[in-house]
């Protein structure tokens, strides 16, 4: 499956985005799809995951409460909400596909990534 992010932008801190992934390739709806985010100098990490279904759904503590994870299967689509920004949220932000059974939250269980969209919250 090939992934295609985009939406990033530069928004004030307290602002609002939302990222978009769209797929193309094999079939959308069998792949549990993730957001993960690096900033520079750090790690890749975990942001949030959607079941290939969409009936379940996990968060990093540092975003639950304001990030909100959907999908449109019809579509081929994953979106991330982004509301109340911090400029800690500052990243390239990915998203990726997983298609083992179960969702998971490390970056190392993912088969597919998308080439990143850049978030800069300013202060």
């Known amino acids: 499956v090939q992934l295609q992010a985009c939406g990033g932008g530069l928004v004030q801190a307290g602002g609002s985005l939302r990222l978009s992934c769209a797929a193309s390739g094999r079939t959308f709806s069998r792949y549990h799809m993730g957001w993960f985010r690096q900033a520079p100098g750090k790690e890749r990490e975990f942001v949030a995951v959607i079941s290939w279904s969409g009936g379940s759904t996990e968060y990093a503590d540092s975003v639950k409460g304001r990030f909100t994870i959907s999908r449109d299967n019809a579509k081929n689509a994953v979106y991330l909400q982004m509301n109340s920004l911090k400029p800690e949220d500052t990243a390239v932000y990915y998203c990726?596909?997983?298609?083992?059974?179960?969702?998971?939250?490390?970056?190392?269980?993912?088969?597919?990534w998308g080439q990143g969209t850049q978030v800069t919250v300013s202060s």
């Open positions: 990726a596909a997983d298609e083992s059974k179960w969702h998971s939250t490390a970056v190392s269980r993912y088969d597919y």
